[in-house]
């Protein structure tokens, strides 16, 4: 399965999937899917990165927990993130996300304050996985 | 939404069938018959879901405004009573705890004011701190962040953003007791380090509006409104702090609920009961946000107060009142008769607290609450006034803004931010972003007609309208 994201519809927010080989590929994506909506990828180097850890055995959880990770590192550090990646060993999640920080020209959308558990779906396809959920702008 | 789901009461409310609640206590909706049509199913579906948690007292009640959210309908109303086990729900509080709006009044006209709306919008862009990355000027220590989450807007004030007069027309006055800085993660503390008095993003803004309309002249004279005068709408929340503080708690207090035996309908409902540990953890923390929210209001109204004093040397801004619409707050409302304390959550939804209620300032004692309906930047906003038979209606609760009748994926594909923009200013609206998919998405046509909004706000008794306000500069988080 090639790796890609798309977005579905929510009345006030926006939905986000993402889809992968792997259920690891298949959260890169979403997390690609929800950093978009904030910042055009394609004008973020990756000059930095922030590493994400955590212990959850619930795929569901994890993928929450996975972009909620995220998004509190990049704000934290003022940073436009643009590229993913994510190892799973048993239930230890280890995830990398590089980026910069905000430029005033940096191509601005519209923040995502978190991941939330409408709409939440990780399930293997054919050929892969596919990861989503709502995420709350 | 198909109308036959729904018993219809009277011309402004609407019962849940049973069988569409699928058990639980009772749902009710706000509205005519085409905001409610135009409801979505999940709308329905959500406010049933609440009907079914712990606890409940009263309805579960949706607002003329309401669309579909997470776990609550955006536009939910829901108290719960903690010696029956009632619960807290994080879901029923939302990710940006104690979003609201600051209105400030000035004794500015139109006709002072147009000349300079340019140039008095581009001072406000460059003061304010707007949209996705935009931090603000002030880095606060964690022990400093402490002292916020526990005194709100009075340790604003203590710093030197506004005036004590400010606080009289604040919630509680600034400061909501309960808050515990210690039940806030680490990383939520980090989040908050640099978006102290900062806008952010997605619907919130600063407009500068003009009072269109008078619809209550006693009320508008206590509230110091009347038309062609200028106001000033501050729409935003606590920031990342609260945004994390929703994240961290709606994974645990999710957890939390399947350990206590409570069966969620949705996990989004994540929830515990009030007077359980983790109950009282999330209430802690989320008092913390609510007084982040006020004391980031307060820093934004201080600024906008002296940005407009650069081109408007003798200008007076002064606070009409601020409102807050994703809080759970602990009040006294009398349930058959007899006062109870509940536990309110209002989603989306504004307290509208009626006249002579003693928590109002005393010169607005005799009118009600001022409430705001914040609408799109293309069409406006309203001031109601909270009314006595709300109490009984809605535990004194109204609709917070037009509420969005198209997604945020549809509102991109029908609209360009840039020339959005310009039709905008070409009806002789000013728009100040750095956001133009921003703009898109927050397109007037995206929105619910806030004439029906307000109108069924007033049929429905929840409050009663009071004023008409046009934009004419928003800028644009």
């Not at chain 1, 004008?43 to 930095?48: F, I, L, T």
């Not at chain 2, 008769?337 to 607005?364: Q, S």
């Not at chain 2, 914040?374 to 006034?385: D, E, P, R, V």
Request: hydrophobic share 40%; net charge negative; with cysteine.
């Amino acid at each position: 399965m090639a790796a890609g994201y798309a977005y579905f519809e929510h009345g006030a927010d926006i939905g986000v999937r993402g889809e992968g080989a792997s259920v690891e590929e298949a959260f890169a994506q979403a997390a690609a899917a929800t950093f978009a909506i904030m910042v055009d990828p394609a004008a973020v180097q990756p000059q930095v990165a922030v590493t994400v850890e955590f212990d959850e055995d619930d795929f569901e959880l994890a993928l929450v927990r996975w972009l909620n990770a995220l998004l509190a590192q990049a704000r934290s550090h003022g940073l436009a993130l643009g590229r993913f990646e994510l190892r799973r060993d048993g239930s230890r999640w280890r995830g990398v996300a590089r980026g910069e920080p905000w430029r005033e020209s940096h191509p601005r959308g519209t923040e995502v304050k978190g991941a939330t558990l409408t709409a939440l779906a990780v399930r293997p396809v054919a050929g892969g996985w596919q990861a989503g959920c709502v995420v709350d702008v | 939404m198909d109308l036959d789901r729904l018993e219809r009461i009277d011309d402004w409310t609407w019962r849940v069938r049973r069988e569409a609640a699928a058990g639980g206590g009772e749902a009710l909706l706000y509205g005519d018959r085409d905001l409610v049509a135009a409801m979505d199913d999940k709308v329905l579906e959500q406010i049933g879901n609440v009907a079914r948690l712990p606890g409940l007292v009263g309805p579960a009640m949706a607002m003329p405004d309401a669309h579909w959210g997470y776990g609550f309908p955006i536009g939910g109303v829901a108290a719960f009573d903690p010696d029956q086990g009632g619960i807290i729900s994080a879901g029923g509080v939302g990710f940006d705890i104690s979003c609201g709006i600051r209105c400030l009044r000035t004794d500015l006209t139109l006709a002072e004011v147009a000349p300079k709306l340019e140039p008095l919008g581009e001072r406000l862009f460059q003061t304010i701190p707007a949209g996705v990355g935009v931090e603000g000027d002030l880095k606060l220590s964690v022990d400093e962040l402490d002292t916020v989450m526990r005194d709100g807007a009075e340790w604003a004030v203590r710093r030197g953003f506004g005036s004590g007069e400010d606080l009289q027309y604040v919630e509680e006055h600034g400061r909501v007791a309960g808050a515990v800085p210690e039940n806030v993660s680490p990383t939520a503390k980090k989040r908050q380090r640099g978006e102290m008095g900062t806008l952010g993003s997605g619907n919130h803004y600063l407009e500068v509006q003009v009072v269109d309309r008078i619809d209550d002249a006693a009320a508008a004279e206590a509230y110091g409104i009347r038309e062609g005068q200028i106001v000033i709408s501050i729409h935003c929340g606590s920031r990342g702090l609260g945004h994390q503080i929703g994240t961290d708690y709606l994974v645990s207090l999710a957890k939390a609920a399947s350990r206590l035996g409570i069966a969620l309908p949705d996990r989004e409902l994540a929830c515990a009961p009030i007077r359980s540990p983790e109950g009282q953890a999330y209430l802690g923390a989320m008092n913390a946000a609510i007084n982040v929210a006020l004391a980031n209001r307060q820093i934004l109204t201080a600024l906008t107060r002296e940005t407009v004093r650069e081109l408007f040397p003798s200008a007076r801004v002064e606070t009409l009142f601020d409102v807050s619409h994703n809080t759970c707050k602990a009040e006294t409302h009398v349930v058959d008769g007899r006062p109870r304390r509940l536990y309110v959550h209002r989603k989306g939804a504004t307290r509208a607290f009626g006249p002579g209620h003693p928590d109002l300032p005393p010169r607005y004692r005799d009118v009600g609450q001022p409430v705001i309906i914040g609408g799109s930047m293309g069409t406006g906003s309203y001031i109601l006034a909270g009314t006595a038979q709300g109490e009984a209606r809605s535990f004194s609760s109204a609709s917070h803004g037009a509420g969005r009748q198209m997604s945020r994926n549809q509102a991109l594909k029908q609209w360009h931010g840039r020339q959005l923009i310009d039709e905008l200013r070409a009806r002789g609206i000013l728009i100040f972003t750095r956001s133009m998919r921003g703009a898109a998405e927050e397109a007037p046509g995206a929105y619910k007609d806030v004439d029906a909004v307000a109108r069924a706000t007033e049929g429905a008794g929840l409050a009663r309208r009071v004023a008409f306000l046009r934009p004419k500069v928003c800028v644009k988080g």
